[in-house]
């Protein structure tokens, strides 16, 4: 029994493990994790994630899943609220009993985007949707438990697989010679790859014992874009790559131009230096990252171009 629970003690579950930064972090955790996915466990369902964590008694858990819907979550703001911030709740206090560290993912639109700087942790979350305001409510719950853990506020995450602004553009462009993009809105984009290294460094200190200081740190890629900049500098690599585009003209549009159900933060960046500060984290620059995701992706985006 001993020998079992010491073998337990090392154990890291991920809730979202099919997702595009569990998927990543799942790949570099190795044998000491325990991926969960939305088959395995439903979110909404507390009695499940519960159980879930009775059985398998991990030291330290990261929460890579959410409802990232935004324009849907306008229509269901309670299926929201139960993954993005009940869940989180529930895991956080389940941790908080038990001595488990919690990692958990937030995002840019805990704020209003309406300043002119860059959000540091210390600014007060004014949310402008229902997206927003389910992760924000679910970052409140985690501290209102206790215990021991660290939300990491990101922005704009991507990769080469699954729904995001990267694979979305790229079927666009291979699908429409006119491509309409806003150009007056500000972010950082985040490749999932680097996100979850970040997260893995954190995990592996954790297990290995050290004490790092619970709160909300802020990690994004470096550097700033508007969707227009970061949509032509896709297209441009894709071209690079021989991606399969119909591409013609990319035109930029206003916010108010583009038709969406939930409002957008215009200025979504985020002040990251206090991870530099407290945990040695720091993003490649998102155009660097970029770069990286497209040669690394090659195929995978070369088969939803074809599609």
Same mark, same amino acid.
């Given at each position: 029994?001993?020998? !079992?629970?010491?073998?337990?003690? #090392?154990?890291?579950?991920?809730? #979202?493990?099919?997702?595009?930064? #569990?998927?990543? @972090?799942?790949?570099?955790?190795? =044998?000491?994790?325990?991926?969960?996915?939305?088959?395995?466990?439903?979110?909404?369902?507390?009695?499940?994630?519960?159980?879930?964590?009775?059985?398998?008694?991990?030291?330290?858990?990261?929460?890579?899943?959410?409802?990232?819907?935004?324009?849907?979550?306008?229509?269901?703001?309670?299926? =929201?609220?139960?993954?993005?911030?009940?869940?989180?709740?529930?895991?956080? #206090?389940?941790?908080?009993?038990?001595?488990?560290?919690?990692?958990?993912?937030?995002?840019?639109?805990?704020?209003?985007?309406?300043?002119?700087?860059?959000?540091?942790e210390d600014d007060e979350p004014d949310p402008?949707?229902?997206?927003?305001?389910?992760?924000?409510? *679910?970052?409140?719950?985690?501290?209102?438990?206790?215990?021991?853990?660290?939300?990491?506020?990101?922005?704009?995450?991507?990769?080469?697989? $699954?729904?995001?602004? @990267?694979t979305a553009m790229l079927r666009l462009g291979?699908?429409? !010679?006119?491509?309409?993009?806003?150009?007056?809105?500000?972010?950082?984009?985040?490749?999932?790859?680097?996100?979850? $290294?970040?997260?893995?460094?954190?995990?592996?200190?954790?297990?290995?014992?050290?004490?790092?200081?619970? $709160?909300?740190?802020?990690?994004?890629?470096? *550097?700033?874009?508007?969707?227009?900049?970061?949509?032509? =500098?896709?297209?441009?690599?894709?071209?690079?790559?021989?991606?399969?585009?119909?591409?013609?003209?990319?035109?930029?549009?206003?916010?108010?131009?583009?038709?969406?159900?939930?409002?957008?933060?215009?200025?979504?960046?985020?002040?990251?230096?206090?991870?530099?500060?407290?945990?040695?984290?720091r993003l490649p620059h998102w155009r660097a990252?970029?770069?990286?995701?497209?040669? $690394?992706?090659?195929?995978?985006?070369?088969?939803?171009?074809?599609?």
């Amino acid at each position: 029994m001993a020998d !079992e629970r010491r073998q337990q003690a #090392g154990r890291v579950v991920v809730f #979202g493990a099919a997702g595009q930064v #569990g998927r990543e @972090l799942v790949a570099r955790l190795g =044998a000491a994790v325990v991926p969960l996915t939305r088959r395995d466990v439903d979110l909404a369902d507390a009695r499940a994630v519960v159980a879930a964590l009775e059985d398998r008694r991990p030291a330290v858990v990261v929460n890579a899943a959410a409802y990232t819907q935004v324009d849907q979550a306008e229509a269901e703001p309670g299926l =929201a609220f139960a993954v993005n911030a009940a869940a989180p709740g529930v895991v956080a #206090g389940w941790c908080a009993r038990h001595g488990a560290a919690l990692v958990h993912y937030s995002t840019d639109h805990v704020f209003s985007g309406t300043g002119d700087r860059a959000y540091t942790e210390d600014d007060e979350p004014d949310p402008i949707n229902v997206y927003g305001r389910t992760k924000l409510a *679910g970052e409140r719950r985690i501290a209102d438990a206790g215990g021991r853990w660290l939300v990491l506020r990101t922005s704009w995450v991507y990769s080469a697989r $699954g729904r995001n602004f @990267l694979t979305a553009m790229l079927r666009l462009g291979a699908q429409r !010679e006119v491509v309409r993009v806003v150009a007056d809105r500000w972010s950082a984009p985040t490749c999932a790859t680097h996100l979850a $290294g970040a997260t893995a460094s954190l995990v592996a200190r954790l297990l290995a014992g050290e004490r790092l200081p619970s $709160g909300v740190v802020h990690v994004a890629g470096a *550097g700033v874009a508007t969707p227009h900049e970061f949509a032509a =500098a896709i297209f441009a690599g894709a071209r690079c790559h021989g991606l399969p585009l119909r591409l013609r003209d990319l035109q930029a549009i206003r916010d108010d131009e583009y038709p969406a159900a939930a409002a957008r933060p215009r200025n979504a960046r985020l002040d990251t230096r206090a991870a530099r500060r407290r945990f040695g984290l720091r993003l490649p620059h998102w155009r660097a990252a970029l770069a990286e995701c497209l040669a $690394g992706g090659k195929e995978e985006l070369d088969a939803l171009c074809a599609a």
